[in-house]
C-alpha cells in the first residue's frame, strides 16, 4: 500500500493533480455547454439517430462521442479532471431529468412526441419520410420484434427515444382485412364488367 501511495505521488506529475491553467470552474462549464449542445442536436436531427437504424447511424453516434472527449476535458489528462467531468454530467442529467419530469409540456418539446409510422395495418409514407425510415429499415425493424411483414402490424409507433412499438393484428382485425380486400376485388371485377353490357 505504501509502495502505491508513493508511485502515485512520484516525482513526476501526479495524476490527482489538476494542471494549473485549467480552472475547476472550466471543468463544470465545459460538460454542460457539450450536454446542452447534444440535447438539441438529438431534438433537432429527429428520432432516427437513437434508433440506430443502420451502421451508419451508430457511426454517428461513436464518432460523436469521441468528437466531444475534447470539449469535455480539454487539455487536462489528470484523473481529477475527468472525475469533474463525469460528476458534471451525472449531476447535470439528474437535475435536467428532474425539472423536465415536473413540466410536462418542456418535456415534450425537448423530447417531441411519438411519431406513428403505421395506423390501421396502413403505413404512413409521410410519417416515414418525416423521421428519414424507409420501408426495408421499418421491415427489418418488423422482423426484430417478430412479425413477418408489415401486414401482420396494426400500429406502429416511433417513441421519441428511438424505440419503436409495434401491435400486431389479432384474427379478427386480419379477418376484416382480408373480407375488405375481397370485396375491393369484387368492386374492380363489376367495374370491369360494366363496359361490357354498355357495349352488348
Known sequence: MLTLVVWLS????????????????????????????????????????????????LVVLLSVSNTVQNAIIGNDNSTIGGLIGALTLFVINYVV???????????????????????????????????????????????????????QVKRCLLEPGGTFFMEGRTLDDRWHAEVLGRLDQLAKQIEGLRPERRAS
Open 97 to 151: 431529468v428532474r425539472f423536465v419530469f415536473k413540466h410536462r409540456r418542456l418535456d415534450q418539446m425537448l423530447e417531441g412526441t411519438p411519431t406513428v409510422l403505421i395506423e390501421n395495418g396502413k403505413v404512413r409514407l409521410r410519417a416515414l419520410a418525416k423521421e428519414l425510415v424507409s420501408q426495408p429499415e421499418l421491415l427489418t425493424v418488423a422482423h426484430r420484434q417478430g412479425f413477418a411483414s408489415l401486414d
Open 10 to 57: 512520484g516525482t513526476g506529475p501526479n495524476m490527482f493533480d489538476l494542471p494549473a491553467t485549467v480552472a475547476v470552474v472550466e471543468k463544470i462549464l465545459r460538460p454542460v455547454v457539450v450536454y446542452l449542445f447534444l440535447i438539441v442536436c438529438l431534438r433537432i436531427f429527429g428520432k432516427r439517430e437513437l434508433a440506430q437504424l443502420n451502421p451508419f447511424d
